[in-house]
């Protein structure tokens, strides 16, 4: 089915790197953080095949930053998650839940320590800045919040290391996991981080100035070209087979990081300024919880609403929130929360996708 076009409108912004996007072929875009974000470029399925194999650079530009800076930096970032960042070194990335009062989850971003009283919050999508400067001006803290001028691009795939390489060095592909360095682009330092949302291994470039956008893009392609670099986007089929989640989809503000799978990111011990430090130690054994399932028979249709799991009896124990067909597995991979009676690896149950009532496993693991 041919979906509808965005219409274009000032409010869903283009990014630094939308026009070499567009002159590489972009099919499809979804909005994300209120900019385009690429979904599709020659087919989902070889999106995906070349992303196994080869190296793709990725506009992820709608990974908008929040920039916090000042003497009270630190405590405004740690009131907003129950992961402890007390000990966050100057070059270290973090995966952080950010929750709400009630513990529930409003973000769940990547956190830069740029220094002592620095930090970006790299986004999903949903409106955080508004929310960090609620809390600093209601509070009176000595903080300065804005939207830094910070375009994230993505060098994902097995060749990712390679093309890294010739562009800025081997020092940088060396950068450990999660950990970020300084490289020049146009003679002006910016940051790197060992990090992006594949499985494939990669880096991300935070570009400090949509001036260079078009430059970056094209210095990697000429670097690229032998290795066939493509531009690409992040893949659904992938980040299923590895669990990574997609805020929006597969958790909301209706959970907790506990019914999210990510309760090792709460610290509850030491993070006790976490504003949702009382409700989460109440909510810490969960009811429901996501799990990765298997979907039996043809390929599934693309999931625009969750889709009820329930008993072979029809007794309803939760939802899927992700699904498409790997051909890598030859089997429609999934994400779902599950209820904690029926959550057990092994548990056969039964899910209502749009072609109707298709088998549904409970798996130990993800894929890969």
């Not at 992820?60 to 003497?71: K, L, M, S, T, Y």
């Not at 009630?102 to 970006?120: C, F, Q, S």
Request: overall charge negative.
């Amino acid at each position: 089915m041919q979906l509808p076009y965005l219409t274009a409108s000032s409010r869903v912004r283009m990014s630094p790197f939308t026009a070499r996007v567009e002159a590489a072929g972009v099919q499809a875009y979804t909005t994300y953080n209120h900019m385009l974000l690429p979904t599709i470029f020659r087919s989902p399925l070889e999106d995906y095949a070349h992303l196994k194999s080869a190296v793709q650079v990725w506009d992820v530009a709608g990974e908008r930053q929040v920039e916090i800076r000042g003497p009270d930096a630190l405590k405004l970032v740690q009131m907003t998650t129950p992961r402890d960042i007390s000990r966050m070194k100057d070059d270290q990335c973090f995966y952080i839940p950010n929750v709400d009062e009630n513990g529930g989850m409003m973000n769940d971003p990547v956190l830069l320590k740029l220094d002592a009283e620095r930090y970006w919050v790299s986004l999903a999508d949903s409106d955080m800045l508004y929310y960090y400067k609620g809390l600093a001006n209601g509070l009176g803290l000595n903080v300065e919040i804005f939207e830094p001028d910070v375009s994230p691009l993505a060098v994902q795939g097995p060749k990712a290391g390679t093309l890294i390489g010739r562009v800025f060095g081997e020092d940088v592909v060396a950068t450990r996991f999660f950990r970020h360095t300084q490289v020049e682009i146009a003679g002006k330092p910016m940051v790197i981080a060992r990090s992006g949302w594949s499985l494939q291994g990669g880096f991300e470039i935070y570009l400090e100035g949509s001036e260079h956008g078009e430059h970056l893009w094209d210095l990697l392609f000429d670097a690229g070209a032998d290795l066939d670099v493509r531009a690409g986007c992040p893949c659904t089929i992938e980040r299923i087979e590895g669990g990574l989640l997609s805020y929006g989809n597969d958790m909301t503000l209706e959970h907790t990081p506990f019914e999210a799978g990510l309760g090792k990111y709460c610290n509850l011990d030491t993070a006790t300024s976490c504003l949702g430090h009382a409700a989460l130690v109440q909510k810490r054994e969960p009811t429901r919880q996501i799990r990765p399932v298997e979907i039996s028979g043809d390929a599934v249709p693309a999931l625009r609403a969750p889709w009820p799991v329930s008993t072979p009896s029809g007794e309803p124990v939760g939802f899927v929130s992700s699904a498409a067909w790997s051909p890598d597995f030859n089997t429609n991979v999934a994400i779902a929360m599950v209820d904690r009676a029926h959550w057990t690896a092994g548990t056969e149950l039964q899910v209502q996708t749009p072609a109707g009532l298709q088998g549904l496993l409970v798996r130990d693991r993800y894929w890969v």
